[in-house]
C-alpha cells in the first residue's frame, strides 16, 4: 500500500510541475498580449485568445506605454514583426475601450464595409456568438478613449445644385447606408444589430423638425451611448454639409424624385 501511494505521489508531483509549467506560460502569453483585463474575467480572457487565434495581429497593433509597437514575440505568437510590416494596416487597438457601443463593434465584426466605408477586414459573421461576445469584450478592456471637446462648426454654404446633390449622394452610400438603409428608412444592412434602430430619415414630421445645424452637428461629433459615430475626422467640413443636403431630400419625397432623374426641380411660386 505505501508503495502505491508513494507512486501516486510521484506522479502528481510530475503532474503538478507541468500544470505549473503551462499556467505560467498562459500566463506570460497573457500579459505580453495586455488584454487589460481584471484578474477572473473569463470573457475577455477568451477574447484576448479569439483575438490571437484569428490572426488579428497582423493588421492591428497592439502598442506598450511607451509607445512602441509589440513585437510579434513579445505577444507570444512567435513570429518575426517585421516580416509582417506591410500588413499592420488597421488602426492601433491600445485605446479601443469605450470608443464605440458594443453593437457597433458587432455590426462591424459581422459586415466590415457597411460600418466603415472602404474597410479590408474580412467578415467575421461565422465566428460563435459567445466567440464575438469575447473578442467585443476584449476590445473594449482596452484603455479608455480620451474624452475630448468639439468646437462647434458653422455649417458651411453650399448651393443646391445636383452636383452637390449627387456628390452628398456618394458620401451617404458610403457611409451611411450599411446602418441607414440605402433608402434612407433605417434598414440598412446592419441595421438590425443596432439598438436602438438607426434613425430613418423617411420621417417626414421628424425631418421637418430637424435644422441643418442639428444634422451637421449629429454627423460632426455622432450620438452619444449610441452606434452612430462622429465623422468630424474623416469628412470635411464641406462633405458634411452636402450630407445634409442630401438627408434632407428623404424628406421632399418630390424634390428627390426630381434629383434622382435630373431633372430641375420644379418652382413653387405662383
Not at 499556467?23 to 481584471?38: C, F, K, N, Y
Not at 420621417?203 to 465623422?231: C, N
Amino acid at each position: 500500500m505505501r508503495h502505491q501511494v508513494s507512486n501516486w505521489s510521484w506522479r502528481e508531483v510530475i503532474l503538478a510541475g507541468f500544470a505549473g509549467a503551462f499556467l505560467a506560460a498562459g500566463a506570460w502569453i497573457g500579459v505580453s498580449a495586455r488584454p487589460a483585463s481584471p484578474a477572473g474575467d473569463s470573457l475577455t480572457a477568451r477574447g484576448a485568445a479569439v483575438f490571437r487565434r484569428e490572426r488579428c495581429f497582423f493588421c492591428h497593433t497592439m502598442e506598450k506605454e511607451d509607445g512602441r509597437r509589440m513585437k510579434d514575440e513579445e505577444l507570444g505568437f512567435g513570429l518575426q514583426s517585421t516580416s509582417f510590416d506591410l500588413a499592420h494596416s488597421g488602426p492601433d487597438l491600445r485605446e479601443a475601450g469605450g470608443r464605440r457601443t458594443d453593437d457597433w463593434h458587432l455590426a462591424h465584426l459581422v459586415h466590415p464595409s457597411a460600418v466603415v466605408a472602404g474597410s479590408a477586414m474580412p467578415s467575421f459573421a461565422d465566428l460563435p456568438p459567445e466567440d464575438l461576445r469575447a473578442l467585443i469584450a476584449f476590445l473594449q478592456s482596452q484603455s479608455q478613449w480620451p474624452e475630448t471637446a468639439s468646437t462647434p462648426e458653422a455649417v458651411p454654404a453650399i448651393d443646391d445644385t445636383l452636383d452637390n446633390y449627387r456628390e452628398g449622394r456618394g458620401l451617404y452610400l458610403a457611409q451611411c447606408a450599411g446602418c441607414h438603409g440605402e433608402g434612407g428608412n433605417g434598414i440598412g444592412v446592419v441595421g438590425p444589430l443596432l439598438r436602438p434602430e438607426p434613425r430613418d430619415f423617411t420621417d417626414v414630421a421628424w425631418m421637418h423638425k430637424q435644422s441643418g445645424e442639428r444634422l451637421f452637428a449629429v454627423i460632426a461629433d455622432g450620438v452619444p451611448r449610441t452606434a452612430m459615430p462622429g465623422y468630424r475626422d474623416t469628412l470635411s467640413a464641406t462633405d458634411r454639409a452636402r450630407l445634409v443636403l442630401y438627408l434632407r431630400y428623404f424628406g421632399d419625397p418630390v424634390g428627390r424624385q426630381f434629383m434622382e432623374q435630373g431633372l430641375p426641380r420644379p418652382s413653387t411660386a405662383p
